[in-house]
Every structure is written in C-alpha cells, then in structure tokens.
C-alpha cells in the first residue's frame, strides 16, 4: 500500500509541474490541468 500511495503521490506531483510548464508556455490557456490530462 505503502508504494501505491507513493505512486500516486508522484503522479500528482508530476501532472502539477507539468501544469505549471504549461502555464508558462502558454499562459493563454485558462485550464492546463484538465488538457494534461487527456495528452
């Protein structure tokens, strides 16, 4: 359990650094998280 929490931890971690990137790139788009997400 220990390590699917873990995983699950990265994953949010990730998908937040990558809506930040995003929002960088392309600071016009009102909703990065949700357009990560069907990548």
Do not use: D, E, F
Not at 21 to 36: D, G, S
């Amino acid at each position: 359990m220990g390590l699917y929490l873990q995983r699950k931890k990265n994953k949010l971690t990730i998908q937040i650094l990558l809506s930040l990137v995003v929002r960088k790139i392309h600071p016009q788009m009102k909703k990065p998280l949700l357009r990560i997400k069907y990548l």
